[in-house]
């Protein structure tokens, strides 16, 4: 009866670790796929010597290190899941010297698993957090073996320091566990436990001049940033567009965006982006949420998070605005959690490659060849120091002039007078325009840049145009000439006329004009 | 039983010492070997730590170091590391000798045995003040997130953080600037709601709000009287701008700017003088009597539209330490704009025989100018060497004196463009300055694996009396002592 107990216990063990397995392979593998890009772990000892500087030096090198397999899903699929059943089964083992019974003692060990795992779904929880109280566990488990009632009061303190040291924030777990098992197994003298306990507890205090740590990071390294207890399925989803972004997979953004339709200015700065990328901007912008100008590019300022930042340089780079796709690289990888990150390296390697900086660019290839999964991706790079055909390198501006950082307009039409072959300029220009419903700068666009190649103007740049050519009271032939197709004015006369039935009720025109940007027009709501 | 595991003893011996062996087939070469830190011909100080090295592609690199009397032999896979008293005893002699260390370079590579030229390396008797202090801080503007402010001692490889920004709310902070080398006197500019200007009298830390409502904005790069009753600043409006072109980055610029002086001793803000045109006026520094102030100046024109024009002379006008009163002419010190150049960040030697100052082609930040230069002049000839054996393709700025005159330490990204790093040069008895060299790392590695630049490197006398701590306090505990108008 008790064998089979156990063995249930086991294979309940077993079930969570697949199901672990599962969530983080198929349904949420994108979270540690950006964890990944966001560190650079470089396998020199110098690095290494960096983690001495601080608390929890061996949980978050061990951390860092096995984050490193978080390049693939499976691979942080199977590192998370492993990291959680060994907390089970640690704090299993706990809650037995506790003299738990067995069942007791398996379920209650289920609620750190659950925080654990929902740690684990959050954007800043890092593996290095697990370890600690992993690390933690073991040295409990160890401790009590102690059997003199002296020692285990005395040493209490030195192993406190040794825990701190290598595994930061567990220190406070070992302390409540000991105060916990000296409660229950010694008898006598039980009020001088809190003794040592409550010193230990001011030992982070004491070091924090020797580690450089703020009063709250002192007790919860090597955690950095603030950790939610939540599975987040949107941000899945925008960092499932982002992943795909950067794989250049673009059909695949569009598709996704499609399916998601989601209402998030960072999946329609994504989508915008596949969309230009596929050329379809100007047909299919309303065919997405569009929150207005600010859909086209990510700001880098103060107000900006990190991953913000971090996403912003996708577009810049594409466009050929190198020196902001240089800024928002370089803030994206202050922001990592450690100050590197890997994908940041190689965008910065990218950039200067394009920009024919190569002692700029061996920088971060040289960082990129010490790391144990880019280091391929480095060597290849290598061989385009010297290379003159970058396609990039066309779009980058001749022209040197000083704008702000904010100033987009700008930076769009210095990229278009150096390079009027830059397409996507030219589009990310016009529809800027559009989500700002500035119709004459919109026109002024069209007729300066805007060369048609197809009989007809794509869809959302017609919708516009009419409405510029209207206001001037063009004739038909000037219709015809722009290239504007009668099912276009007759779709603008139906909702001219539509529009004025409804009264100004939006949800009258909804269906069958929320994709134009006449829609767009009279009822978008632009945010400051 | 034992038998085996000593012939497997032997068997390791042997494959360890057959690793040790002297190179065999060795070709020659006629170049200096391609050492990373260049220290091939470079001139250092007796005081200087080790300095290590590598060669990036080595399997093996063997080294000799040898003076008149003295031999180093090291070995290393791709860097040597100097032992520490080694290397003392070596520099010692060399400086009571021949002045001059020769290092003899093998390197295997591609399994090929190469013995590069030897090189030498100067060493001048004079000593270099023996610690740096520098901001710690990743390239990029207007966002930041970890900044410190840490002391080095160059004659060993111990670094030391005085002040570091997540112990005071994340706050920025600016670099630190001492008064004649002195680390008993010094200062830096803390912002955020606990900040104000940090001055730091033997150890006693102030903290003063140095603005007011006539001022354009709080100080922002300042310079401590010889006396330490004053400080000269400027207090500038500071905007960011990106340029276009490639090559070109970030254009820092000012749209407002001037000068006062603060002194200390009742904090009062003394206003440059009235009469004087509507100016840009920046980057002030006392001579090395107090008795003058240098800064740079330019005609207010638009920025950034016009910030290709923008170009600063050298000026200098009277103060009077007694009365605390500036002069009431400026004189032109070096008419830059005339060469279509723009004047920054003069630094007079502390024996007042010298001017070392940048020039770029336009503008008032150099470090993001890549044709950013340092340029020596002598104050009593008024000659002006432009320092071609120092400066580099990149931006070389940010400079400061050694107590004794005879050395300069300067920020330099001469190895990337992008990742500032300081370097010491000698200015010998005439005046001529000798080829730069590196901080000195105690892993040769370090500065390919770092990602911060080294900001506003400044050599000092001794060390700092106070740590991160101590500013962590004065930031969250002590109230800032305001200033009012003279």
Request: glycine fraction near 6%; aromatic fraction near 14%; charged fraction near 15%.
């Amino acid at each position: 009866m008790k064998q089979n107990g156990k063995w249930l216990e086991w294979l309940a063990a077993g079930t969570l670790t697949v199901v672990s397995f599962l969530f983080f392979l198929f349904l949420y593998p994108y979270h540690n796929l950006l964890k990944e890009q966001m560190t650079l772990f470089l396998h020199t000892p110098d690095h290494f010597l960096t983690y001495l500087e601080k608390p929890a030096w061996l949980s978050s090198y061990a951390g860092d290190l096995l984050t490193q397999f978080y390049i693939t899903a499976a691979g942080g699929a199977v590192v998370v899941s492993l990291a959680i059943i060994a907390v089970w089964l640690l704090f299993r083992k706990v809650f037995l010297a506790f003299n738990m019974r067995q069942a007791t003692a398996s379920i209650l060990a289920v609620i750190p698993v659950t925080l654990e795992f929902l740690f684990h779904c959050g954007l800043h929880y890092p593996l290095s957090s697990t370890l600690s109280t992993l690390l933690a566990l073991c040295f409990f488990l160890i401790y009590i073996r102690i059997r003199n009632r002296h020692l285990f009061l005395w040493l209490f303190l030195p192993v406190f320091v040794l825990v701190y040291y290598l595994a930061g924030h567990g220190a406070i777990l070992f302390t409540l566990l000991w105060l916990v098992f000296g409660l229950i197994h010694i008898i006598k003298y039980r009020l001088l436990l809190f003794i040592p306990a409550v010193l230990g507890m001011l030992i982070p205090m004491l070091l924090r001049p020797v580690f450089l740590l703020n009063q709250q990071k002192a007790y919860t390294y090597p955690v950095k940033a603030p950790v939610t207890l939540n599975i987040s399925f949107t941000w899945e989803k925008i960092l499932a567009l982002d992943y795909h972004t950067q794989k250049g997979n673009w059909y695949k953004v569009i598709y996704l965006a499609q399916q998601y339709g989601m209402q998030n200015r960072v999946a329609s700065y994504y989508t915008n982006l596949a969309l230009s990328q596929s050329d379809l901007l100007g047909d299919w912008l309303f065919l997405f949420y569009q929150p207005g100008p600010g859909a086209l590019f990510l700001p880098v300022s103060q107000q900006s998070t990190p991953l913000t930042i971090a996403f912003s340089n996708e577009v810049f780079f594409r466009l050929g605005d190198m020196n902001m796709a240089q800024h928002s690289a370089m803030l994206g990888m202050i922001f990592s959690q450690n100050h590197r990150s890997s994908r940041l390296a190689k965008r910065l390697a990218e950039i200067h490659i394009a920009i024919g900086d190569a002692p700029a660019a061996e920088k971060y290839l040289g960082l990129l060849e010490k790391t144990l999964f880019h280091r391929k991706w480095a060597g290849e790079h290598r061989k385009l120091l010297q290379a003159t055909d970058i396609p990039l390198r066309e779009k980058i501006p001749s022209m040197d002039t000083i704008r702000l950082a904010d100033d987009y307009v700008n930076a769009l039409e210095i990229l278009l007078q150096s390079n009027p072959d830059n397409k996507m300029a030219l589009d990310y220009l016009l529809c800027t325009h559009i989500l700002r419903k500035d119709i004459p700068a919109f026109r002024r666009t069209y007729d300066k840049w805007y060369v048609r190649e197809a009989e007809t103007v794509p869809g959302v740049y017609a919708q516009a145009l009419i409405v510029s050519l209207y206001m001037e009271g063009a004739s038909d032939q000037m219709l015809k000439a722009y290239g504007i197709q009668g099912s276009v004015i007759n779709h603008f006369m139906e909702y001219t006329n539509a529009y004025g039935e409804s009264k100004g009720d939006p949800a009258a025109l909804q269906e069958v004009y929320g994709n134009t940007f006449w829609f767009y027009y009279h009822f978008a709501v632009l945010q400051q | 039983m034992r038998v085996p595991v000593y012939i497997g003893i032997l068997c390791v011996l042997a494959v360890f010492t057959s690793c040790s062996h002297s190179p065999t087939g060795v070709t020659e070469n006629k170049q200096f070997p391609p050492i990373y830190p260049d220290y091939t011909e470079v001139t250092v100080p007796v005081n200087i730590a080790p300095l290590n090295f590598m060669v990036r592609q080595a399997q093996r690199l063997h080294v000799t170091i040898s003076s008149d009397t003295k031999t180093i032999q090291l070995k290393g896979r791709n860097r040597i590391r100097i032992p520490m008293g080694k290397w003392r005893k070596i520099l010692q002699t060399a400086a009571s000798g021949q002045n001059c260390l020769q290092v003899y370079v093998t390197v295997k590579e591609k399994d090929i045995w190469t013995r590069y030229a030897p090189f030498n390396i100067y060493v001048a008797p004079e000593t270099i003040d023996p610690y740096l202090s520098y901001r710690l801080i990743e390239p990029g503007y207007e966002v930041w997130k970890s900044l410190q402010l840490a002391e080095r001692n160059v004659g060993t490889f111990r670094e030391r953080i005085i002040a570091d920004n997540s112990l005071t709310d994340n706050s920025c902070m600016n670099c630190h600037t001492y008064g004649n080398q002195d680390p008993g006197l010094s200062f830096f500019h803390l912002r955020g709601p606990g900040g104000g200007t940090v001055l730091n009298r033997n150890g006693e830390l102030r903290k003063i709000n140095i603005n007011s409502p006539e001022m354009i904005s709080p100080v922002v790069y300042g310079n401590i009287h010889p006396s330490g009753d004053y400080g000269v600043f400027s207090s500038n409006i500071v905007l960011p701008g990106f340029h276009t072109q490639k090559g070109e980055r970030l254009e820092v610029y000012d749209t407002e700017s001037d000068l006062v002086i603060v002194d200390f001793r009742d904090n009062t803000v003394i206003p440059f003088p009235e009469g004087f045109p509507r100016e840009f006026r920046t980057f002030p520094v006392f001579s090395a009597d107090g008795n003058t102030v240098f800064y740079c100046n330019a005609p207010h024109i638009s920025v950034p539209d016009s910030i290709n024009h923008l170009r600063y002379d050298l000026l200098k006008i009277s103060f009077d330490p007694e009365s605390g009163s500036w002069g009431s002419k400026a004189d032109t010190v070096i008419k830059a704009s005339s060469m279509n150049l723009s004047v920054c960040h003069p630094k007079t030697s502390p024996d007042g025989k010298f001017l070392l100052f940048t020039v770029a082609s336009y503008g008032t930040f150099p470090i993001w100018h890549q044709e950013t230069d340092m340029w020596l002049l002598h104050l009593d000839t008024g000659k002006i060497n432009k320092l071609e054996g120092v400066n580099s393709i990149y931006s070389d700025t940010y400079h400061s004196w050694s107590s004794n005159n005879r050395w300069f330490v300067f920020a330099s990204k001469r190895d990337d463009g992008i990742y500032g790093k300081p370097y010491f040069c000698y200015v010998d008895q005439e005046g001529n300055t000798h080829k730069p060299f590196v901080l000195p790392q105690k892993d040769p590695h370090m500065y390919d694996n770092t990602l911060k630049s080294y900001n506003i490197p400044e050599l000092s006398k001794g060390k700092l009396p106070f740590g991160a701590t101590d500013i962590e306090r004065i930031y969250k505990k002590t109230p800032a002592e305001n200033v009012s108008m003279k």
